[in-house]
């Protein structure tokens, strides 16, 4: 599958940002799919987690209650709602798709990367 990732930019504290990412390729619905992301000179970092229905969710504590993931798997899209935004999130953000079932946050058990798109966020 191959993702392209889209929607970043610049925004202010506290502002929100939505990115997309458009899969093609097999069909969308056999992957969970996740974001990551990665800011200068620090490790690539789990974001969110979503199963191959949308039933199923999970973030990393930094983001909750703050970031959504969703799916749209008839139009094999994924979205990253991102509200509150903090200059902590600055960074490149890549979504990802996972063959496997289950969830995780290693980068690792992401069979898939999109090219990535940058967050900033200005204090």
């Known amino acids: 599958v191959q993702l392209q990732a889209s929607g970043g930019g610049l925004v202010q504290a506290g502002g929100s940002l939505r990115l997309s990412c458009a899969a093609s390729g097999r069909t969308f619905s056999m992957y969970s799919m996740g974001w990551f992301r990665q800011a200068p000179g620090k490790e690539r970092e789990f974001v969110a987690h979503i199963n191959w229905n949308g039933a199923t969710t999970y973030y990393a504590d930094s983001v909750k209650g703050r970031f959504t993931i969703s799916r749209t798997n008839a139009e094999n899209t994924l979205y990253l709602q991102m509200n509150s935004l903090k200059p902590d999130d600055t960074a490149v953000y890549y979504c990802?798709?996972?063959?496997?079932?289950?969830?995780?946050?290693?980068?690792?058990?992401?069979?898939?990367w999109g090219q990535g798109t940058l967050v900033t966020v200005s204090s």
């Open positions: 990802v798709a996972r063959s496997g079932s289950g969830y995780s946050p290693l980068p690792y058990d992401y069979d898939y």
